[in-house]
């Protein structure tokens, strides 16, 4: 400001003064007044060219004046560079916290007061049918056509969320998502989705579940009951009182195997995967797996023909109980469900390089193609009353096939309708090794 004043009046003195010299008289006051108007020429120049820049300073750096426009051009480009800072950290804080709704395993979509979509993210794109770019500014009721969630969207009620049927899933199991909305600011909206199709179909199977289990323990208790009472009311000979306990016998028996397999398929389902510090010889599973098999056939006297192939010198990483129920469990339903003289085959391959195969072929029935997916489904049963003749507790495969992913392998199952079935298992070549020395003593521990 100094230097301003200081400017004014030395052009205003040298104007005078060259006034006074050139034309004397009223000439001292010309020259004041020319400097007077030069000086302020020149400071509203200086000021033009400071508002053009303000105006576009984007165009290049600001002019370089001195006193007080460049002071004021100074001051103007710091609050510049200020604002530019102040604003690419905003940009970047919300593309980060874009990113982070991106990433979200729940789907988001921003609603304007109209219901027009200003934003949504992949995932509610995938869950409701969007196109994450071209959808945008749309009306939410004319891409969601769901009735339910019309009359949802309608009813201002938005204190609860309500599932409609979802975009994506195989046509035998539709996906189910989960909506509710969130109003915020000046009328919008923020509308969350969820995916609880894997919610839903867990609490299907639990209601299964416990229905299945109540039914087959409820099915042999009717019996014993209603033995008991007989043993109670009538009076029997030393023959029926013999013929009636064992019948309850084997209804206890059947439900003691009921709960075994359920602690069983608890215990594999809680427990950590088997790791690589147990070995286990597979010429001593296959031994106790054939001396089991022929104890069974001859308890339910069907005279089969059992054929157990020999067992390679190899040894299997894991724990011999699991191993052992999983091969014991094929085993016993070939001998179950195959028919009085039948043919039963027991096969082992592999070696240390390709892992280690097992196979049970019998010459039962069969079972229809459609059947296949579903058998390791708790208590998936084809045909119920031949399986209640049998004495299966729908269970065996379900724990068949969570003791071979525990292994790392793969459980495989092939059967032709009137020409029987194999079952088997892979496993895989890092659970795998040259037999080094026997193993009977593990597999001894692991026997019931």
């Known amino acids: ?39 302020v020429l020149m400071d509203l120049w200086r000021g033009l060219r400071v508002l053009r820049w303000l105006r576009r300073p984007e165009a290049g750096p600001p002019p370089r004046l001195w006193g007080l426009w460049g002071d004021v051009a100074d001051h103007a480009r710091r609050a510049l560079r200020a604002r530019e800072k102040d604003t690419a950290q905003a940009q970047l804080r919300l593309q980060e916290f874009l990113a982070a709704i991106q990433a979200s395993p729940n789907g988001v979509v921003l609603l304007d007061a109209a219901g027009h979509i200003e934003w949504c993210n992949q995932t509610a794109a995938l869950h409701l049918g969007f196109d994450a770019q071209r959808d945008l500014m749309q009306l939410i009721g004319n891409l969601l056509r769901d009735p339910g969630f019309a009359a949802y969207y309608a009813s201002g009620d938005y204190g609860h969320d309500i599932v409609i049927p979802g975009r994506g899933g195989p046509a035998s199991r539709p996906s189910r998502i989960s909506v509710q909305l969130h109003p915020y600011g000046e009328g919008r909206k923020l509308l969350l989705s969820r995916d609880v199709t894997a919610l839903e179909q867990a609490e299907t199977m639990r209601r299964d579940f416990v229905a299945n289990v109540s039914h087959e323990i409820r099915t042999p208790l ?28 084997r209804q206890a ?35 106790q797996c054939e001396a089991d098999a022929r104890a069974l056939t001859e308890s339910l006297g069907k005279g089969h023909t059992l054929v157990f192939g020999p067992a390679p010198a190899l040894e299997v990483a894991g724990m011999a109980t699991e191993l052992l129920s999983a091969v014991s469990n094929l085993v016993g339903n070939a001998i179950r469900y195959t028919p009085a003289g039948g043919r039963i085959e027991v096969t082992w391959s592999g070696s240390a390089e390709a892992g280690l195969a097992f196979s049970v072929r019998d010459t039962g029935p069969g079972i229809e193609a459609e059947h296949l997916p579903r058998l390791t489904e708790r208590f998936y049963r084809v045909d119920r009353s031949r399986s209640r003749e049998t004495g299966g507790t729908g269970l065996g495969l379900a724990i068949v096939k969570h003791v071979v992913q525990r292994h790392g392998g793969e459980l495989r199952m092939a059967s032709t309708p009137g020409a ?9 070549p890092a659970r795998v090794r040259p037999a080094v020395t026997a193993s009977r003593a593990t597999l001894a521990r692991a026997a019931p």
């Open 1 to 39: 400001m100094a230097w301003r004043l200081a400017s004014f009046l030395l052009l205003l003195a040298v104007g005078g003064s060259l006034g006074a010299y050139w034309m004397r008289g009223w000439g001292a006051a010309l020259g004041l007044a020319l400097a007077a108007t030069l000086w």
């Open 222 to 249: 009717t019996v014993l009951t209603g033995f008991v009472e007989t043993l109670q009311s009538l009076p029997l000979s030393a023959e029926e009182r013999s013929r009636y306990l064992g019948l309850m016998a």
């Open 253 to 287: 028996e059947r439900m003691q195997g009921l709960v075994n397999d359920l602690l069983t398929l608890s215990r594999l389902e809680g427990s950590p995967i088997p790791g690589l510090g147990e070995w286990v010889g597979v010429g001593s599973l296959a031994a």
């Open 420 to 428: 029987g079935s194999t079952f088997g298992f892979q496993l895989p």
